[in-house]
């Protein structure tokens, strides 16, 4: 549309150049009163004349000339008289002919660059192959609507013939070029995105997305325009088709295979897991007895220490008396007394030395049974005369004095004794308590090293030292 401004030099009316269409993508400016195909008055500007350019528009002034075809780009906003000085492309092409006011012949188009066109599209059915049956056709509709718009004007330009330029034809190429598009990739997309041809309307959102990934530069390349959205309204199958209906079945089919073959599959994990976690638990049940069992027979152990000690402090009596009886029978070392009898003195000093230590030990550890460890209190008299007479039978040590002093020693966190003197000297030669050993009697602080207690330094200084290596 051409507005009337005064008039110039030659009496002319001045031209301001704008468009005031409110929804366009291409318009082309014609002065007030020429029609298309007119004359060449259509394109022509007055020297003087004004050009009004608004935000997110572009002014294309294109120059004819007989060797090609020149443009002038101008963006908005812009409202200034056309001088050559803001045309580039005009201050070369006008001469002395044209500064009095001569109109020049050019062209203008606008160019919407901040409107969005919006295009719906129907794509009619099609078959599309499912790739596990490939020789199964479904027929498949697709329906929806894209938006665009011009973002790179001279890509634009050099695409399409600005002269004329018919909207609607425009977009029945866009619509066309999208149908193919969207044809396209539909028809690929259960091989190529594993989507079986019977989801394909549960799907819709995957497929818009895919769709709109492969439209939009090939919209560009093709039609520069910007695709900024696509949305697929529609995807529709014909399930009255024979295709569907063979597709369905095979399908379906395939479907309960694969659930029924999933579900054997977990009753035997949860079987397999059964039987494992009860094969866990009966070794964890075997290991508790056998720990518990283990600790009842430390615990048993601790508690009768001292019968312990007793038992193998009597075994080893019985060896060596055996031992020395052995020796006895064999007449090693024995003397002639003459009429016929002999005497052993080696076998009756280590008989001798034995008994007493043994006595000894007997005595000590019959003390401590007693003692120590609470024995029954209500044994007859009858049985401790049995007992002490069978003592004083087998190896009779001498009773220790009443003023004796006795020491109380520490083994394995529990305390055993007290045991006299003669009782921890036999027990240092067997080895059984050393100098490191922890001893206590009355009137002392608390527990010591027995090798640092005056009364026992003596026992530790009889005690042979290690034998010499072989």
Known sequence: MGLFGNKNKDGGMLNVIRCDEPEYLIWKWRPAGQDVGDSKRENSIRW???????????????????????????EGPFDETIKTANFPVLSGIVGAAFGGGTPFQAEVYFINMAGVNQIRFGVPFFDVFDPRQMDVGVPVAVRGAF????????????????????????KNQVKSGITKYVKG?????????????????????????????????????????????MDIDAIEIDKTSEGYKALKEITADITSQTIKA???INLQNMQDMQQINAENMEETL?????????????????ANFGVFQTEKMAEVGIAGANALGQMGANG????????????????????????????SNMAGMMNNMMGGINATPNMGMNQMNGMNGMQSGMMPPPPPPS??????????GQTLGPYGMN????????????????????????WADAGTVAELQSIFAQVPPPPPAP
């Open 286 to 302: 075997r290991l508790n007895r056998e720990e518990h069992q283990r600790a009842q027979e430390y615990q048993t152990k601790s």
């Open 423 to 446: 009782e921890l000297s036999a027990m240092a030669a067997q080895g059984q308590i050393n100098s490191a050993t922890k001893v206590w009697r009355a009137g002392m602080q608390g």
């Open 48 to 74: 003087g004349s004004s050009l009004r350019v608004k935000d997110g528009e572009v002014a294309v002034f294109v120059y004819k000339q007989k060797d090609g075809t020149m443009q002038d780009f101008i």
């Open 403 to 412: 003023n004796e002093v006795k020491f109380s020693i520490a083994v394995n």
């Open 262 to 264: 999933q579900s054997a």
């Open 332 to 359: 090693a070392m024995n003397m002639d007394m003459g009429g016929g009898s002999s005497l052993n003195p080696a076998a009756m000093m280590t008989g001798m030395a034995m008994g007493g230590a043994i006595g």
């Open 147 to 170: 938006t665009f718009k011009i973002t790179d004007y001279r890509a634009f330009i050099k695409l399409h013939r600005l002269v004329n330029f018919d909207m609607e034809e425009f």
């Open 185 to 229: 990739v539909v028809t690929n997309i259960p091989s190529n995105n594993q989507i079986p041809v019977v989801q394909l309307e549960r799907s819709i959102l995957q497929v818009n997305d895919v769709v709109y990934g492969y439209v939009k530069p090939r919209m560009t390349d093709e039609f520069g325009v910007t695709v900024s959205s």
